[in-house]
Antibody
Framework: QVELVESGGGVVQPGRSLRLSCAAS????????MHWVRQAPGKGLEWVSL????????YYADSVKGRFTVSRDNSKNTLYLQMNSLRVDDTAVYYC????????????WGHGTLVTVSS | DIQMTQSPSTLSASVGDRVTITCRAS??????LAWYQQRPGKAPKVLIY???SLESGVPSRFSGSGSGTEFTLTISSLQPDDFAAYYC?????????FGQGTKLEIK
C-alpha cells in the first residue's frame, strides 16, 4: 500500500532555513510526480510545489518561488523541500502528495509535518 | 494565477440532505478540476478528478459536474462521515490553486 511519511518540521526563526523530507513506499516512486501542499493553522489548503517524476521539471506557487526548492532522490524514494528565508506566514502543516500519473491531482497524501516560524 | 472561489464557505445540513457546493474559476480550466474532502486533523482525500470522475473507493453519493469556469460537487444523501471540509483544485495552469474551502456542518 502507498505510504508517504513527512519529516523535518519544527520551530525555526524567521529568515532561517529548514529541509523537509518525504519518504515514499508502496509504489514505483520514479514513475510519478510529487507535490507539496501546505495548510496554515485553521486555514485552507495551499498548493506549494510540484516536481516531475524524473526531477527535470519543477513548479512553484508565487508565494514561495525563489525561496523554496523541491528535489527528489529516486534512488532513496525520497522527496525534499528546501525552505530558505522562512517567514512567519510560512507556518503550516506541510503535506507531500503523490501525483496521479502526471495528471496534476493528488491521489495519496502523507499525514503532514508542522513547520512553525517564530522568533 | 487562476483564482478558485467556492461557495458557500459554510453549509449547515442534516443527515439525509442533498447538498451542492460550487467552485468557480477565474478563467476556463476545461475539466481539469479535482475535489477533496478533509476531516479535522486528517490529510485530504480525493473524491473527484477531471471534474466528474469518481475516484476508486469513493461512495457513489458523491458526484461532480461542470466545465470551463463553473463546477459543482453534489452529495446526494448526507451521511455522518460527510461532515468535513471540501476543497476544489484546478490543475490546468501552473501554479495549481485550491479554492478557499467549504465547511459542511451538522444542522
Amino acid at each position: 500500500q502507498v505510504e508517504l511519511v513527512e519529516s523535518g518540521g519544527g520551530v525555526v526563526q524567521p529568515g532561517r532555513s529548514l529541509r523537509l523530507s518525504c519518504a515514499a513506499s508502496g509504489f514505483t516512486f520514479n514513475n510519478y510526480g510529487m507535490h507539496w501542499v501546505r495548510q496554515a493553522p485553521g486555514k485552507g489548503l495551499e498548493w506549494v510545489s510540484l516536481i516531475a517524476y524524473d526531477g527535470a521539471n519543477t513548479y512553484y506557487a508565487d508565494s514561495v518561488k525563489g525561496r523554496f526548492t523541491v528535489s527528489r532522490d529516486n534512488s532513496k524514494n525520497t522527496l525534499y523541500l528546501q525552505m530558505n528565508s522562512l517567514r512567519v506566514d510560512d507556518t503550516a502543516v506541510y503535506y507531500c502528495a503523490k501525483d496521479q500519473y502526471s495528471s496534476g491531482w493528488c491521489d495519496y497524501w502523507g499525514h503532514g509535518t508542522l513547520v512553525t516560524v517564530s522568533s | 494565477d487562476i483564482q478558485m472561489t467556492q461557495s458557500p464557505s459554510t453549509l449547515s445540513a442534516s443527515v439525509g440532505d442533498r447538498v451542492t457546493i460550487t467552485c468557480r474559476a477565474s478563467q476556463s480550466i476545461n475539466t481539469w478540476l479535482a475535489w477533496y474532502q478533509q476531516r479535522p486533523g486528517k490529510a485530504p482525500k480525493v473524491l473527484i478528478y477531471k471534474a466528474s470522475s469518481l475516484e476508486s473507493g469513493v461512495p457513489s453519493r458523491f458526484s461532480g459536474s461542470g466545465s470551463g469556469t463553473e463546477f459543482t460537487l453534489t452529495i446526494s444523501s448526507l451521511q455522518p462521515d460527510d461532515f468535513a471540509a471540501y476543497y476544489c483544485q484546478q490543475y490546468n495552469f501552473y501554479p495549481y490553486t485550491f479554492g478557499q474551502g467549504t465547511k459542511l456542518e451538522i444542522k
